[in-house]
Structures are given as C-alpha cells and as structure tokens.
C-alpha cells in the first residue's frame, strides 16, 4: 500500500466497473427482461458473464442474452431486491433428467435439490 496519493490514482474505496458483461434475459411482453438468480443461501443476485462462452457453458447456448455495463445491472436489479451482482458463476447442479414416469405417485414426487457450493440456482 502506498503512503502517498497522487491526483490521477483512483480512491482506494473507488469500484471498479467490471465493464460490459453478457447478461443472461428472457423475451417480456414488450422487452426483454433480465433474468435474476439466487445464491445458494437464498439471496437474490443478477447475473453477468465476461464472455458469451462462458454464459453458453453455463447456461446453454440456447439462453438469450443482451450486453449491459456493471451499473447498469445494477441499477436494474436494486429495485427487485437484488442488490449483489454476481460475475462468472458456474452452475454445479445435475443435469434434470426427464424419464416418462406414470402413475399419481409420480408426478406428485418433487425433484431433488442438490446444490453444492458456488451455485446460482435458476429462477424463472
């Protein structure tokens, strides 16, 4: 750490933008909306990737997605209860399996969760 500050050196309280990341979102009525997500002890987080590589990789390449800076995922996401921002997490869920199952007994049974660390569940 530096003794001394100098008039171009940044605050050190100062964050810095992580830049434009790749943000994961569904299509709305009118606009596309962006998708939050939960840690895994329950708290509400928006999403962002560095790359659109790591996005596919994590959620398919299937997920639609739109670019938005650091602030303005945040901005967008304070005011629905999200006030983390979560940058390349990796989803370390099992694949769901589809099996046809029959029966009442069947479709009542819930999926398990399970969930290890480092996981951003999905929400719809």
Do not use: H, K, N
Not at 10 to 25: D, S
Not at 26 to 50: E, M, N
Not at 88 to 100: I, W
């Amino acid at each position: 750490m530096c003794l001394f500050q100098y008039e171009d050196d940044a605050e050190p309280e100062e964050q810095v933008p992580a830049g434009t990341l790749y943000v994961p979102a569904r299509p709305g009525i009118a606009q596309v909306v962006v998708r939050l997500f939960r840690t895994p002890l329950g708290a509400r987080t928006a999403v962002g990737f560095t790359t659109a590589e790591r996005l596919a990789a994590t959620l398919g390449v299937e997920q639609p997605w739109i670019r938005l800076s650091e602030t303005v995922l945040r901005a967008l996401a304070e005011p629905l209860g999200a006030s983390l921002l979560t940058v390349d997490p990796t989803l370390t869920a099992p694949a769901v399996a589809v099996a046809a199952a029959t029966g009442p007994a069947a479709a009542s049974a819930p999926a398990p969760a399970s969930q290890g660390p480092g996981t951003v569940a999905r929400t719809a």
